[in-house]
């Protein structure tokens, strides 16, 4: 494929195609394939189908739509493979090849013999998607070619409001449905496995007490003879996941000509077959959406991408100091939320296309990006940061009392970043001194205002998560003497979030400071409580021996903040950022089994027990410096180092996960994500990306 100026380099670029004939991302679990210079050809109206005898009855409307848009995507998008003729040489190889015309999809619990039928009752059968309702829906996609939907803002509420009509009618059809993509998307995060062996080659139906991982599996077959594309799995959200992985099996033939060309597809390497499964149940991304506001259309794109990778989890960080956009309803109770949003958001802004609207993402808004977010496979957990990185808009609450050291000009003394500001669960002041452990009590003003806060973002997501924040407490905002002296205040403080959640059904998501830091804060998480660790990726055993019945979501800024690096956002500091840039071999190189390896050591417990409790990890990405404009660049492909990490594990191809061997298969992702209207940053010049290590050192 190349030219190997070296020894070394030949080595380096041998390793690459040998576990690398087609350039897959996340690599999958079990993969064989044919010969470099096998194909098959595409047809240029390649039919997508669920398989003869599925029961129509159990299809939900969001399998439907998934299926409509990868028939549309496979049909429309030209990728040149990444090689210095960009596939020209295999013109004549694919001119003699087979010709596939379609892709049958087996989904074994909606068919017949799965008994009993666990998607929908006889009287809530849904049947499959409208014409006009799949119109409707298409215009909300940004991945639908190269058109105006991937390049133009969200148009105005006006028009939103007919969307958001359809899709809700359609989503309350899928929520309904026990086998939709998104009802599997939302479910409880775990290890738990089938009882019954799983074949996808052999198994006609699929098992009641399928696991977590389990519904995520498929098997994915594309033969060389012309013969349909097999894809099978015994979920919905399998069979999304496997779309997913046949969208990056395509590529185009260069054109032979200037202008607007649609290439003959093919696949090279045939016969192929994949065997998958996720590694990690929690595969996720945050995003934080106060220090910088983002319209919808940016989110949606975030999230197609993050589904084209397979990341499974958007940790949304809603509110902070900076700003809360969250826009709850008035609706008469105590204390009235809209005040947060109205007082608190940024205002207004102006579209490209001229329109303007507020910074705010309405209930309306919320519950569309949870549901748009879980029929791509995506479960969304929202986070209102609490006790500290809280200003705008709760000092509109009371007055301003709920508020301590507020947008203090000494910031640094009292916060992390500017402008500064926590609740006031304690005072130590001349006029107010509540720091006696024997009469403490949180504020009731605090408690109506927490509780109200975290009520109502439980009812806003479908997840069984919500997340109350809990990173950096400073003590001096209290005046206390130290970090240890908060501890007695936090104690009371978490159990209040911890009971309010657990009212509502649901389980917390919280920085590992809760759980790291303060021993007897980390007893009052409830069972199966995430624990978010962005320290040291060893402090995860501290959490867990603080608190042995928590699980930890690992994301630890050296390896994982992808707004790490460049300069400093403070006006009048020369310096770089606080911490260094997180390039993509550097998060490429985690690896969460030594950090497993030394939880079981300091645990002194089984290592198979231990894992349990690593539910998997996440990328981050914090916006001072990060807006609409350049989501895109700072977030990708480097976030999908993080989606190999969690899906695929240790190893590649049976080999422990390298860079190098990597390389090429992350490059041909950029492009992959730049054809999608995804401004993904080069990561090398196109002399290097079309010649896998050819610039590298030796």
């Given at each position: 494929?190349?030219?190997?100026?070296?020894?070394?380099l030949?080595?380096?670029?041998?390793?690459?195609?040998?576990?690398?004939?087609?350039?897959?991302?996340?690599h999958?679990t079990?993969?064989?394939?044919?010969?470099?210079?096998?194909?098959v050809?595409?047809s240029?109206?390649?039919?997508?189908?669920?398989?003869?005898g599925?029961?129509?009855?159990?299809?939900p409307?969001?399998?439907t739509?998934?299926?409509?848009?990868s028939?549309k995507?496979?049909?429309?998008i030209?990728v040149?493979?990444?090689?210095?003729?960009r596939?020209e040489?295999h013109?004549d190889?694919?001119?003699?090849?087979?010709?596939?015309?379609?892709?049958q999809?087996?989904?074994?619990?909606?068919?017949?013999?799965?008994?009993?039928?666990?998607?929908?009752e006889p009287?809530?059968?849904?049947?499959?998607v409208?014409?006009?309702?799949?119109?409707?829906?298409?215009?909300?996609q940004?991945f639908?070619?190269r058109?105006?939907?991937?390049d133009?803002p969200?148009q105005?509420?006006q028009?939103e409001n007919?969307?958001?009509i359809?899709?809700?009618d359609?989503?309350?059809?899928v929520?309904?449905n026990?086998c939709?993509?998104?009802?599997?998307?939302?479910k409880q995060?775990?290890?738990?496995?089938?009882?019954?062996?799983?074949?996808?080659?052999?198994?006609k139906s699929a098992?009641s007490d399928l696991?977590?991982?389990?519904?995520?599996?498929?098997?994915?077959?594309v033969?060389s003879d012309?013969?349909?594309?097999q894809l099978?799995?015994y979920?919905s959200?399998g069979?999304l996941r496997?779309?997913?992985t046949l969208?990056?099996?395509?590529?185009?033939?260069?054109?032979?000509?200037?202008?607007?060309?649609?290439?003959?597809?093919?696949?090279?390497?045939?016969?192929?077959t994949i065997?998958?499964r996720p590694?990690?149940?929690?595969?996720g991304l945050?995003?934080?959406?106060?220090?910088?506001?983002?319209?919808?259309?940016?989110?949606?794109?975030?999230?197609?991408?993050?589904?084209?990778?397979?990341?499974n989890?958007?940790?949304?960080?809603?509110?902070?100091t900076q700003?809360?956009p969250?826009?709850f309803?008035?609706?008469?109770?105590?204390?009235?939320?809209?005040?947060l949003?109205?007082?608190?958001?940024?205002?207004?802004?102006?579209?490209?296309n001229?329109?303007v609207?507020?910074?705010?993402?309405t209930?309306?808004d919320v519950?569309?990006?949870v549901g748009?977010a879980?029929e791509?496979?995506i479960?969304?957990?929202?986070?209102?940061?609490?006790p500290?990185h809280?200003?705008s808009?709760v000092?509109?609450?009371?007055?301003?009392?709920?508020?301590a050291c507020?947008e203090?000009?000494?910031?640094i003394t009292v916060?992390?970043?500017p402008?500064?500001?926590?609740l006031?669960?304690v005072?130590n002041?001349?006029?107010?001194d509540?720091?006696d452990i024997?009469?403490?009590k949180?504020?009731?003003?605090?408690?109506k205002?927490v509780?109200?806060?975290l009520?109502?973002t439980?009812?806003?997501?479908?997840s069984?998560y919500?997340?109350?924040g809990?990173?950096?407490p400073?003590?001096?905002?209290?005046?206390l003497?130290?970090?240890a002296?908060?501890?007695?205040?936090?104690?009371?403080?978490?159990?209040?979030?911890?009971n309010?959640?657990?009212?509502a059904?649901?389980?917390?998501?919280?920085?590992?400071?809760?759980?790291?830091?303060?021993?007897?804060?980390?007893?009052?998480?409830?069972?199966?409580?995430?624990?978010?660790?962005w320290?040291?990726p060893?402090?995860?055993?501290i959490?867990?021996?603080n608190?042995?019945?928590i699980?930890?979501?690992l994301a630890?800024y050296?390896?994982?903040?992808l707004?790490?690096g460049?300069?400093n956002?403070?006006?009048?500091?020369t310096?770089?950022?606080?911490?260094?840039?997180?390039?993509w071999q550097?998060?490429?190189s985690f690896d969460?089994?030594?950090v497993?390896?030394?939880?079981?050591?300091?645990?002194?417990k089984?290592?198979?027990?231990?894992?349990?409790?690593?539910?998997?990890?996440e990328?981050?990405?914090?916006?001072?410096?990060i807006d609409r404009t350049n989501?895109?660049?700072?977030?990708w492909?480097r976030?999908?180092?993080?989606a190999?990490?969690?899906?695929?594990?240790?190893?590649?191809?049976g080999k422990?996960?390298d860079?190098?061997?990597?390389?090429?298969?992350i490059?041909?992702?950029r492009?992959?994500?730049?054809?999608?209207?995804?401004?993904?940053?080069p990561?090398q010049?196109?002399?290097?990306?079309?010649r896998p290590?050819?610039?590298?050192m030796?």
């Amino acid at each position: 494929m190349w030219y190997c100026r070296t020894a070394t380099l030949l080595a380096s670029a041998c390793l690459v195609g040998a576990l690398s004939a087609n350039a897959l991302w996340p690599h999958p679990t079990n993969y064989t394939a044919g010969k470099d210079d096998t194909f098959v050809r595409i047809s240029s109206d390649l039919s997508f189908q669920l398989v003869d005898g599925t029961d129509q009855s159990r299809v939900p409307d969001d399998l439907t739509q998934a299926i409509t848009d990868s028939a549309k995507l496979a049909n429309t998008i030209d990728v040149w493979e990444l090689t210095p003729d960009r596939g020209e040489s295999h013109r004549d190889g694919v001119g003699k090849a087979a010709l596939i015309a379609s892709v049958q999809i087996k989904v074994l619990e909606l068919m017949p013999e799965t008994t009993p039928n666990l998607c929908v009752e006889p009287s809530k059968s849904v049947g499959t998607v409208e014409n006009s309702m799949l119109q409707l829906r298409a215009l909300q996609q940004p991945f639908q070619g190269r058109g105006d939907a991937i390049d133009d803002p969200l148009q105005n509420r006006q028009s939103e409001n007919e969307e958001y009509i359809a899709v809700e009618d359609n989503r309350s059809n899928v929520w309904s449905n026990a086998c939709s993509i998104s009802s599997r998307a939302i479910k409880q995060l775990s290890y738990n496995v089938s009882s019954k062996p799983l074949n996808l080659e052999t198994d006609k139906s699929a098992p009641s007490d399928l696991g977590n991982l389990d519904a995520e599996m498929y098997r994915l077959s594309v033969p060389s003879d012309g013969a349909s594309i097999q894809l099978t799995s015994y979920t919905s959200i399998g069979a999304l996941r496997g779309l997913q992985t046949l969208m990056q099996l395509i590529y185009a033939l260069p054109p032979l000509q200037g202008g607007k060309v649609q290439s003959q597809h093919y696949i090279s390497n045939v016969p192929i077959t994949i065997e998958d499964r996720p590694g990690y149940p929690y595969r996720g991304l945050m995003l934080d959406t106060a220090r910088n506001w983002f319209d919808l259309a940016t989110i949606r794109k975030l999230i197609d991408s993050m589904s084209f990778v397979k990341l499974n989890q958007l940790h949304w960080h809603g509110t902070d100091t900076q700003s809360w956009p969250l826009a709850f309803n008035k609706d008469g109770s105590d204390p009235d939320l809209s005040v947060l949003a109205e007082t608190g958001s940024y205002g207004w802004y102006q579209s490209e296309n001229g329109t303007v609207e507020k910074m705010v993402y309405t209930e309306e808004d919320v519950e569309y990006i949870v549901g748009y977010a879980a029929e791509r496979g995506i479960n969304v957990i929202i986070e209102t940061d609490m006790p500290a990185h809280m200003l705008s808009g709760v000092e509109a609450i009371d007055g301003g009392s709920l508020m301590a050291c507020p947008e203090q000009l000494d910031w640094i003394t009292v916060a992390a970043e500017p402008p500064s500001g926590q609740l006031r669960i304690v005072s130590n002041s001349t006029e107010s001194d509540t720091t006696d452990i024997n009469t403490f009590k949180i504020p009731d003003a605090i408690v109506k205002l927490v509780s109200a806060i975290l009520r109502k973002t439980s009812s806003l997501s479908k997840s069984l998560y919500v997340s109350s924040g809990g990173d950096e407490p400073n003590f001096h905002c209290w005046n206390l003497s130290s970090e240890a002296a908060m501890e007695p205040y936090l104690r009371p403080f978490m159990e209040l979030v911890t009971n309010v959640t657990a009212a509502a059904g649901k389980r917390g998501l919280v920085w590992e400071e809760m759980a790291v830091k303060f021993p007897t804060v980390a007893k009052t998480l409830a069972k199966g409580s995430l624990v978010e660790i962005w320290n040291d990726p060893n402090n995860s055993a501290i959490a867990l021996k603080n608190n042995p019945d928590i699980n930890i979501v690992l994301a630890p800024y050296t390896y994982s903040y992808l707004d790490c690096g460049g300069s400093n956002f403070l006006g009048n500091y020369t310096g770089n950022n606080w911490c260094p840039y997180v390039s993509w071999q550097q998060a490429y190189s985690f690896d969460p089994s030594a950090v497993i390896a030394n939880a079981t050591a300091v645990l002194a417990k089984d290592e198979k027990l231990v894992r349990q409790s690593f539910v998997g990890g996440e990328m981050a990405v914090w916006t001072e410096q990060i807006d609409r404009t350049n989501l895109d660049s700072r977030v990708w492909p480097r976030a999908a180092a993080g989606a190999e990490i969690w899906w695929t594990g240790e190893t590649v191809g049976g080999k422990k996960r390298d860079k190098v061997e990597a390389l090429s298969r992350i490059l041909d992702l950029r492009w992959r994500l730049v054809a999608r209207g995804v401004g993904a940053e080069p990561l090398q010049p196109q002399w290097c990306a079309t010649r896998p290590g050819g610039c590298n050192m030796h």
